[in-house]
């Protein structure tokens, strides 16, 4: 009788390579978005009675900009974990190291302030 072949490793692979391509393909458009967005502002810091507010504005949209791709690379990983919790096999049965990221789920809840499941409302 022959074996079955468990399609689980590949899954698992396949979404840890999706998981590092949408990682290191936001960090290369992030990148690129940065070099684009700075060409206005370093005109705009030429122009002195406009330089200062230029200065802090450039500040923010850095900020932000940084923020969305970091949300990004962040949804990713969650949802890679996700995939990796609700595959039922052990992935060092298999020879696949553990992901080197878990979800701090107890800073999470303090970030957004909601109890812990189960806990009583006060």
Same mark, same amino acid.
């Given at each position: #009788?022959?074996?079955?072949? $468990?399609?689980? +490793?590949? !899954?698992? @692979?396949?979404?840890? !390579? =999706?998981?590092?391509?949408?990682?290191? *393909?936001?960090?290369?458009?992030? /990148?690129?978005?940065?070099?684009?967005?700075?060409? +206005?502002?370093?005109? !705009? @810091?030429?122009?002195? %009675?406009? &330089? +200062?507010? /230029?200065?802090?504005?450039? #500040?923010?949209?850095?900020?932000?900009?940084?923020? &969305?791709?970091?949300?990004?690379?962040?949804?990713?990983?969650? @949802?890679?974990? &996700?995939?990796?919790?609700? !595959? %039922?096999?052990? +992935?060092?049965?298999? *020879?696949? $190291?553990? %992901?080197?990221?878990? =979800?701090?789920?107890? &800073?999470?809840?303090?970030?957004?302030?909601?109890?812990? %499941? @189960?806990?009583?409302? /006060?």
């Amino acid at each position: #009788m022959s074996q079955k072949r $468990s399609v689980e +490793p590949h !899954l698992r @692979g396949l979404v840890d !390579l =999706i998981s590092a391509s949408i990682d290191e *393909g936001t960090r290369q458009v992030e /990148s690129v978005h940065r070099r684009i967005a700075d060409i +206005p502002f370093s005109v !705009l @810091g030429k122009i002195k %009675p406009i &330089a +200062p507010v /230029s200065s802090v504005v450039h #500040m923010i949209e850095k900020k932000i900009t940084h923020s &969305a791709y970091d949300t990004v690379r962040f949804v990713s990983k969650v @949802g890679a974990q &996700a995939v990796h919790n609700a !595959l %039922p096999t052990d +992935p060092v049965r298999h *020879g696949i $190291s553990k %992901p080197d990221y878990l =979800i701090d789920h107890e &800073a999470i809840r303090q970030q957004t302030g909601k109890k812990k %499941p @189960g806990s009583k409302k /006060s």
